[in-house]
């Protein structure tokens, strides 16, 4: 018989304790960043029935990376790849009632069928952070200030650049400027959105695809390498003021700026080429890269749009928002080496040399915990050498130990394993002398 294979399903993981506690650090970041601007915490289902993503979510998500089935009543579900469809569904159930702005933040896990590659996955966790209620551009300003909020909490700040675009001003270039019809314009976006991955022999030659002239070429270079300044003298449109707007902002709250898209030093940086995979966004799109040219790929992405909670024939309700993936993150972290040393998940080892001990461990193990120090007793007897091996294995900071002589003497051997020291104290003095020796 064959034996069943150990490896998790292609593109995705296995949290063994190890990585669990990193990914729970990591979570627990996001929680504090998110929660300090007065966000509030929701979830919603894993499946959703496969029309909430057909309505908006882009052709590429729908069409190639849906997972998707039939349910035994024969409807059409899909497991869920990004959350802002269930969280505009949420909003919408409850438009009425929910107080304005709604500001929300989630960290649902994700599944969309792609190449497993660096920085992509089959299931990804997402922190997701939406803001809804109101058209003012001030949420697309708190929004990405909470973005550069949760870096600092990782102490990345200084290796990331935010770089934003408006599809206002998009859709004024390409429909206006350009000439081009709706479907010509889709296709670049697209070609535009997956340069970096497909390469220049590929973009040119679907350019030429789709039906753009070579002079039109020529005025989409121009146009990606214009500053924010130039464009508002050469094609004044709401996009462009919606962006000067949203960065004259940021810079009152003493974020570096700049109109420049060659600008490398500033925190957030206008980028024309930044226009995002997804169908809904309105207005402000953005995407936070790392500096290093080791993760290419971009960290979040997000953007405004206007017309999802209206979907659910609710009333309109605007939003702005971002997504964020634990697996660029966390190869974001271990490049720049901003993972911590790990909390060891047990304090104190009780050991258990005699079965006639039970009681007085057990004793001394309960009030360590009531004491909050993770506390570990044995399951089996086991002489003091193999004990004090057992408190090296997991990791243990002190190691409670019994000889016959000090345990008439109501007394336990106090081993410091950091510190490589140890004292005899009374069974009634072990927590106070832990204590001691944490502070
Ligand atoms: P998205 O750009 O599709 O946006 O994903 C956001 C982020 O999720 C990406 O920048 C990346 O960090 C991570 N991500 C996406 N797909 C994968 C994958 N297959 N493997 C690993 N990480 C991945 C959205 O999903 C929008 N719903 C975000 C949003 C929230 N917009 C407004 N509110």
Same mark, same amino acid.
């Given at each position: 018989?064959?034996?069943?294979?150990?490896?998790?399903?292609?593109?995705?993981?296995?949290?063994?304790?190890?990585?669990?506690?990193?990914?729970?650090?990591? #979570?627990?970041?996001?929680?504090?960043?998110?929660?300090? *601007?007065?966000?509030?915490?929701?979830?919603?289902?894993?499946?959703?029935?496969?029309?909430?993503?057909?309505?908006?979510?882009?052709?590429?998500?729908?069409?190639?990376?849906?997972?998707?089935?039939?349910?035994?009543?024969?409807?059409?579900?899909?497991?869920?790849?990004?959350?802002?469809?269930?969280?505009?569904?949420?909003?919408? $159930?409850?438009?009425?009632?929910?107080?304005?702005? %709604?500001?929300?933040?989630?960290?649902?896990?994700?599944?969309?069928? +792609?190449?497993?590659?660096? &920085?992509?996955?089959?299931?990804?966790?997402?922190?997701?952070?939406?803001?809804? $209620?109101?058209?003012?551009?001030?949420?697309?300003? +708190?929004?990405?200030?909470?973005?550069?909020?949760?870096?600092?909490?990782?102490?990345?700040?200084?290796?990331?650049?935010?770089?934003?675009?408006?599809?206002?001003?998009?859709?004024?270039? *390409?429909?206006?400027?350009?000439?081009?019809?709706?479907?010509?314009?889709?296709?670049?976006?697209?070609?535009?959105?997956?340069?970096?991955?497909?390469?220049?022999?590929? *973009?040119?030659?679907? @350019?030429?695809?789709?039906?753009?002239?070579?002079?039109?070429?020529?005025?989409?270079?121009?146009?990606?390498?214009?500053?924010?300044?130039?464009?508002?003298?050469?094609?004044?449109?709401?996009?462009?003021?919606?962006?000067?707007? %949203?960065? &004259?902002?940021?810079?009152?709250?003493?974020?570096?700026?700049?109109?420049?898209?060659?600008?490398?030093?500033?925190?957030?940086?206008?980028?024309?080429?930044?226009?995002?995979?997804?169908?809904?966004?309105? &207005?402000? %799109?953005?995407?936070?890269?790392?500096?290093?040219?080791?993760?290419?790929?971009?960290? #979040? &992405?997000?953007?405004?749009?206007? /017309?999802?909670? $209206?979907? #659910?024939?609710?009333?309109?309700?605007?939003?702005?928002?971002?997504?964020?993936?634990?697996?660029?993150?966390?190869?974001?972290?271990?490049?720049?080496?901003?993972?911590?040393?790990?909390?060891?998940?047990?304090? %104190?080892?009780?050991? @258990?040399?005699?079965?006639?001990?039970?009681?007085?461990?057990?004793?001394?193990?309960?009030?360590?915990?009531?004491?909050?120090?993770?506390?570990?007793?044995?399951?089996?007897?086991?002489?003091?050498?193999?004990?004090?091996?057992?408190?090296?294995?997991?990791?243990?900071?002190?190691?409670?130990?019994?000889?016959?002589?000090?345990?008439?003497?109501?007394?336990?051997?106090?081993?410091?394993?950091?510190?490589?020291?140890?004292?005899?104290?009374?069974? /009634?003095?072990?927590?106070?002398?832990?204590?001691?020796?944490?502070?």
């Amino acid at each position: 018989m064959a034996f069943l294979s150990t490896q998790p399903y292609k593109g995705t993981r296995d949290f063994y304790p190890d990585d669990h506690k990193i990914r729970s650090w990591i #979570f627990s970041r996001m929680r504090d960043a998110c929660t300090s *601007f007065g966000y509030q915490e929701y979830d919603g289902p894993m499946l959703e029935p496969f029309e909430l993503y057909a309505a908006k979510s882009g052709e590429e998500i729908v069409n190639q990376q849906l997972y998707w089935m039939m349910d035994r009543g024969d409807r059409k579900m899909a497991v869920r790849p990004e959350m802002t469809p269930t969280m505009a569904r949420m909003v919408a $159930g409850k438009v009425n009632e929910l107080p304005k702005p %709604v500001r929300w933040f989630s960290i649902p896990n994700l599944w969309r069928y +792609e190449r497993p590659q660096r &920085g992509r996955l089959r299931e990804h966790w997402q922190l997701n952070v939406d803001v809804l $209620g109101g058209n003012s551009l001030l949420a697309d300003a +708190e929004i990405l200030i909470v973005a550069l909020d949760l870096m600092k909490r990782f102490g990345g700040e200084k290796h990331v650049s935010i770089r934003v675009n408006n599809r206002r001003l998009m859709d004024e270039f *390409f429909s206006k400027k350009l000439g081009l019809a709706p479907e010509t314009t889709l296709r670049v976006v697209k070609l535009i959105d997956a340069r970096a991955k497909i390469g220049e022999e590929k *973009f040119t030659a679907g @350019l030429a695809e789709a039906g753009v002239p070579a002079n039109v070429k020529d005025e989409l270079e121009k146009f990606f390498s214009s500053s924010l300044a130039s464009l508002g003298n050469a094609m004044p449109c709401a996009g462009v003021d919606e962006l000067t707007k %949203v960065f &004259g902002y940021l810079s009152e709250s003493g974020i570096r700026v700049s109109g420049n898209p060659g600008d490398t030093t500033s925190q957030v940086v206008f980028d024309p080429m930044i226009m995002r995979g997804l169908d809904y966004y309105t &207005g402000t %799109v953005f995407e936070m890269f790392d500096t290093s040219p080791e993760n290419r790929r971009a960290m #979040f &992405g997000g953007g405004r749009y206007d /017309n999802l909670v $209206g979907l #659910f024939g609710k009333d309109k309700l605007s939003g702005v928002g971002f997504g964020m993936g634990d697996v660029t993150l966390r190869d974001f972290l271990d490049t720049h080496g901003l993972l911590p040393k790990m909390e060891s998940s047990v304090d %104190v080892f009780v050991s @258990l040399p005699k079965e006639e001990y039970r009681g007085k461990a057990e004793w001394i193990a309960g009030a360590l915990r009531s004491a909050n120090f993770k506390t570990v007793t044995p399951l089996e007897v086991n002489g003091f050498g193999v004990q004090l091996k057992q408190a090296v294995k997991h990791a243990a900071r002190f190691a409670v130990l019994f000889g016959d002589t000090e345990f008439l003497e109501g007394k336990v051997v106090l081993k410091d394993l950091d510190q490589n020291s140890q004292e005899v104290v009374t069974f /009634n003095d072990v927590v106070a002398a832990v204590a001691k020796a944490c502070r």
